[in-house]
């Protein structure tokens, strides 16, 4: 079930008791190519009128906010600002109240036609940009910040106030006021409201600026030429077709393979027990027995590359392996090449590696709590090209190793999209997987992943119950120091995973 917003999802889980995983989240895809924010004319002209919208149906919830607006704020915002004009886009106005068309008159009578009722206006995206501010929800809202214009979302459940960076997931999550999990309330704040717009009508009254140039680039890098790129990214059709195809590919893999297919997380291999207080080493006597479990037992090493052959339908799923098994290791650390490389050789068995693209790390800064912490050497950047691409699939680990879920969203997809770019530059390899650095993780990473072109990413102690239930947040199995032969069997199999998923309330 694909739903436009969170509130869908949540308004499903509650009301209709559907499963968490058989919800996939999609926004309204719109063309966002046919939206670009207006720089100023070659010939400056400095307007002497404002000119607002409000945008909506007539009937139902949306017609009672514009009833609301008309006869709560649009007068003081007329006698505020003289040379405010207010247009109101309603399709099918008559179905306004009496009540509503006589308080019309009233303020069209008493400023000067500057309020005027438009019941439709022909390629509405042409004209967002007569307008300092727009108010509405959905589709219009998007609209119009695309078109980096001031937006109050003002929707059928809530009123969310200027969309801003800081709030947009927040915004998003109601499809712009429009969408709530409970019980509508139609009661408002006016006030507050009106007292928004009126900022925003304060801050927008065009000075003349000092050159052309300045007012260009204030333009380009001013909060809605921000907010705009967002909305390009999230509300793209293009992406939003490749989401949808995406859900379609995860339900027919599901279907296809609908058994548990289990991703094992190791880091170090050293000689020797490490004294750390870091448990994500296991020494190379103990991987070899896993791997010579792993071998008798009758897996099979699979990589993301090899899934994403089954899942893009390149490969017949006749050919999937009865027990496949995916070994993955975080961070490059050079023990990997040293003891790692010729174990997998000698069982035949394929891993993912997943490393960091800025080669200047030379060790494992991250984990330095203290001076009494041993460091350990990461790969130069000639040994990460030196792997064998027969056993080693390169993946991507971020580029500083940075908690994704700390920094501004924009950091973060710079990171996911700066990291594959450079890894591909570098070792000449395809690059089809991300790993969270630190298995730090929020709701919005694996969007960002998506927008950054991963097929898949994978998470610590987190995700889905199957591969397939979200491909950018595969749960993995933490393998530790004291993990032999008896650790290895639970952890690959199907109960454990379901057993996992249920202790943690996933």
Not at 354 to 359: E, G, N, S, V, Y
Request: aromatic share 10%; charged share 25%; glycine share 4%.
């Amino acid at each position: 079930m694909i739903c436009i917003c969170k509130n869908v999802g949540e308004s499903m889980l509650v009301q209709f008791r559907t499963k968490k995983w058989k919800l996939k989240y999609a926004n309204n895809p719109i063309d966002t190519q046919r939206f670009k924010i207006a720089l100023p004319p070659l010939q400056k002209q400095i307007a002497k009128k404002q000119k607002i919208a409000i945008i909506g149906r007539s009937s139902g919830p949306k017609g009672k906010r514009i009833e609301g607006l008309i006869e709560h704020c649009c007068q003081p915002w007329l006698a505020e600002f003289p040379e405010l004009e207010i247009d109101i886009i309603a399709p099918q106005s008559n179905l306004l109240s009496a009540k509503t068309h006589e308080r019309i008159s009233h303020l069209q009578n008493s400023f000067a036609q500057r309020l005027k009722i438009m019941p439709h206006v022909g390629n509405l995206h042409e004209h967002y940009h007569n307008y300092v501010a727009v108010i509405g929800s959905g589709r219009v809202a998007i609209e119009a910040i695309l078109s980096g214009i001031n937006c109050l979302s003002l929707g059928e459940y809530e009123y969310l106030g200027p969309v801003t960076s800081e709030n947009w997931q927040q915004s998003k999550a109601s499809n712009f006021g429009d969408i709530g999990s409970q019980e509508l309330e139609l009661t408002f704040n006016w006030t507050t409201v009106t007292k928004d717009l009126v900022s925003i009508l304060h801050q927008t009254r065009q000075t003349p600026s000092t050159s052309l140039a300045t007012e260009i680039d204030s333009k380009i890098n001013s909060p809605a030429h921000v907010l705009s790129q967002l909305a390009a990214n999230d509300f793209s059709d293009i992406n939003i077709h490749q989401q949808v195809l995406d859900v379609y590919r995860s339900a027919i893999f599901k279907k296809r393979i609908p058994r548990h297919i289990p991703v094992l997380m190791y880091h170090k291999i050293p000689e020797n027990e490490l004294q750390t207080r870091h448990r994500i080493y296991v020494c190379k006597n103990i991987f070899e027995k896993h791997l010579r479990f792993l071998r008798q037992s009758g897996f099979t090493g699979l990589t993301f590359s090899d899934l994403s052959n089954y899942w893009m339908l390149k490969k017949d799923y006749s050919l999937f392996p009865r027990k496949p098994v995916l070994l993955t290791f975080d961070d490059g650390y050079r023990d990997n090449l040293l003891h790692a490389d010729p174990l997998l050789k000698k069982y035949n068995f394929k891993a993912t590696i997943f490393l960091l693209a800025d080669h200047r790390i030379v060790s494992n800064t991250w984990d330095q709590i203290d001076e009494t912490e041993p460091t350990a050497e990461i790969m130069s950047l000639a040994e990460k090209q030196s792997l064998d691409p027969e056993t080693w699939e390169v993946g991507s680990h971020g580029f500083q190793h940075l908690h994704l879920n700390q920094v501004p969203r924009d950091l973060a997809l710079t990171e996911m999209q700066t990291s594959k770019h450079q890894l591909e530059n570098d070792l000449k390899k395809p690059v089809f997987a991300f790993a969270y650095p630190f298995g730090s993780t929020n709701e919005e990473l694996p969007e960002l992943s998506q927008l950054a072109g991963y097929q898949f990413a994978v998470n610590t102690d987190k995700g889905g119950l199957h591969l397939a239930d979200n491909p950018r947040s595969i749960f993995r199995v933490n393998i530790f120091p004291e993990d032999g032969v008896p650790q290895l069997r639970k952890k690959t199999s199907s109960w454990y995973r379901r057993y996992y998923f249920i202790k943690r309330g996933q």
